[in-house]
């Protein structure tokens, strides 16, 4: 299964747009995330207009995260007149759209995935900020298994116990470039840390706060493939 990234920026980085992901299975579209900058990225996409579903899985509610997801929502339902799911562990994500005005009757919210045809997205809650909780998910589609932290400080002990297990095949982490001394976000100093080189092509920085994707190859981690700028 191939996750294509919408982006690899941080909030405060547009210039790379936001560090969403989508992919398509069994006739459904799924987007991990939709921040300010991704519907304007998806909306003539044809693996969007030809899916029979879509289902966009949040991690938290951030701009960068959720920002054009009411507009998501209006088109699948008075443009493309398809069916959209919202999944997240708390309504938070339905007061939200309440506010914005998005009726609820114009998507299925859903706390957890139906896992069904070998898809499942398991949430696992992490640190990123006091006044939200947030979730990373280990995703599984057929023989595949990943996890997308979201927005998240450090790589949770279970998810970092399964990937050296091979139990889980890749992880995207959001990676800053320099520690501050409030973290909100995974350093590249920590996954340095963390992984040998031999194991660090399976480890794929996201959420850049500045274009550093030279030296993260430089020390061996992955980079994900993006949806091009034309579409």
Not at 59 to 70: M, Q, W
Not at 172 to 190: C, K, R
Not at 208 to 224: A, H, Q
């Amino acid at each position: 299964m191939d996750l294509t990234f919408l982006g690899t920026g941080a909030a405060f980085n547009p210039a790379m747009d936001n560090s969403n992901a989508c992919f398509s299975q069994n006739g459904e579209f799924f987007l991990l995330d939709c921040g300010e900058s991704t519907f304007g990225r998806i909306w003539n996409l044809p693996e969007l207009l030809s899916a029979t579903r879509i289902s966009v899985v949040v991690t938290h509610l951030h701009c960068d995260h959720v920002g054009s997801l009411g507009s998501l929502v209006s088109y699948c339902r008075y443009v493309l007149d398809k069916p959209i799911r919202i999944v997240h562990p708390l309504d938070t994500v339905v007061q939200l759209l309440d506010l914005m005005g998005i009726e609820r009757s114009n998507y299925e919210y859903l706390p957890l995935y139906p896992q069904h045809d070998g898809i499942s997205f398991e949430p696992i809650e992490v640190e990123h900020v006091e006044n939200m909780r947030c979730f990373g998910y280990i995703v599984t589609t057929g023989d595949t298994r990943f996890y997308y932290s979201g927005d998240s400080t450090s790589i949770p002990n279970t998810v970092l116990q399964q990937f050296l297990e091979n139990k889980i095949e890749r992880i995207y982490q959001d990676t800053s470039l320099h520690a501050s001394d409030h973290p909100t976000h995974g350093t590249l100093e920590e996954l340095e840390r963390l992984f040998v080189k031999s194991e660090r092509n399976r480890v794929f920085c996201i959420h850049l706060d500045s274009d550093f994707r030279s030296v993260l190859k430089e020390k061996g981690f992955g980079l994900v493939p993006l949806l091009p700028k034309s579409v």
